[in-house]
């Protein structure tokens, strides 16, 4: 059963509120070469345009990223990072300044930076393992912090072989919560996300998302990112453009077991999914 009630703290000693019994965290993406939408949104007006439409479809938190992850992708350099980033970020803040900001990266510069300037999230798809100094950022700071597993780093990771996939991601959430918790960061600042299709075949990700319940244990939300997502391609033979349907039932059907957060492109058709889901679960 999903738990509502579990908070996520973020910068400035908040708790993340939202009005549904799930929660959406939008996604921006400010580079050229993501693999969903990736240059569609050139320029800082047009990304500001974009989140801004997120925002009245109904997202929670927009998450704000400007170095793609995808497989193969050309790394970027810190300042070219920032160069994309800041332009957006405080024109929302300028904008919106009660939007929730969450931030892609694993650098602990861009990270201090995206915090000096308005995010309250750090959405981290290293686990801490990108950059040694982000641990003592996010002490800092003490932002929100979502802790992703990640088979190798960086993007152009070789996809291992595991013997037990659940069990490899139960050790690092447990790790990584220890970890960041002794270096200063408050637990409830910390979402779990095990990381779909980074450095995992098909079968882990699959393994993974049918055991989603294991993670209840540790007491924290959980959030995935399935948005489009090669698996179902693999999975049901979609085109990466056709992929939205599968999100929204991916999206309602994880949520029924538990996972609360959802990162997404396509923010008004997961929310309508999910809002049909928590309706029928109330009927019942």
């Keep these: 059963m999903t738990e509502p009630g579990i908070p996520w703290g973020i910068r400035?000693?908040?708790?993340?509120?939202?009005?549904?019994?799930?929660?959406?965290m939008g996604i921006v993406n400010l580079t050229p070469d993501s693999f969903y939408d990736g240059g569609r949104h050139g320029g800082a007006e047009s990304c500001l345009a974009h989140a801004?439409?997120?925002?009245?479809?109904?997202?929670d938190v927009l998450d704000l990223g400007a170095e793609s992850s995808r497989p193969g992708a050309e790394p970027i350099s810190p300042q070219e990072e920032l160069s994309r980033l800041l332009p957006t970020l405080t024109a929302l803040q300028r904008k919106v300044p009660d939007a929730v900001i969450s931030v892609d990266t694993?650098?602990?510069?861009?990270?201090?930076?995206?915090?000096?300037a308005g995010a309250a999230i750090i959405n981290d798809i290293s686990g801490c393992r990108g950059d040694a100094a982000l641990p003592d950022v996010l002490a800092q700071y003490k932002p929100g912090y979502v802790l992703m597993h990640g088979a190798g780093f960086p993007a152009d990771r070789e996809v291992p072989s595991f013997a037990d996939i659940c069990g490899e991601v139960m050790r690092f959430f447990e790790q990584g919560l220890a970890r960041l918790t002794a270096a200063g960061l408050p637990e409830n600042r910390i979402v779990?996300?095990?990381g779909i299709g980074f450095g995992k075949r098909l079968e882990h990700n699959v393994r993974l998302l049918a055991r989603v319940e294991d993670w209840?244990?540790?007491g924290r939300p959980v959030l995935l990112g399935l948005s489009m997502k090669s698996l179902f391609g693999k999975l049901l033979g979609l085109p990466t453009a056709e992929r939205g349907p599968a999100t929204q039932v991916a999206s309602a059907l994880l949520w029924e077991r538990g996972v609360f957060w959802h990162r997404v492109h396509d923010v008004r058709g997961v929310r309508q999914a999910l809002a049909l889901a928590a309706a029928m679960r109330r009927q019942a």
């Design 192 to 194: 779990l996300d095990p």
């Design 216 to 218: 209840a244990c540790f």
């Design 106 to 116: 694993w650098r602990a510069d861009t990270a201090a930076a995206a915090l000096e």
């Design 12 to 24: 400035g000693d908040r708790a993340l509120t939202v009005s549904a019994p799930f929660g959406i």
């Design 52 to 59: 801004l439409t997120l925002l009245g479809d109904g997202a």
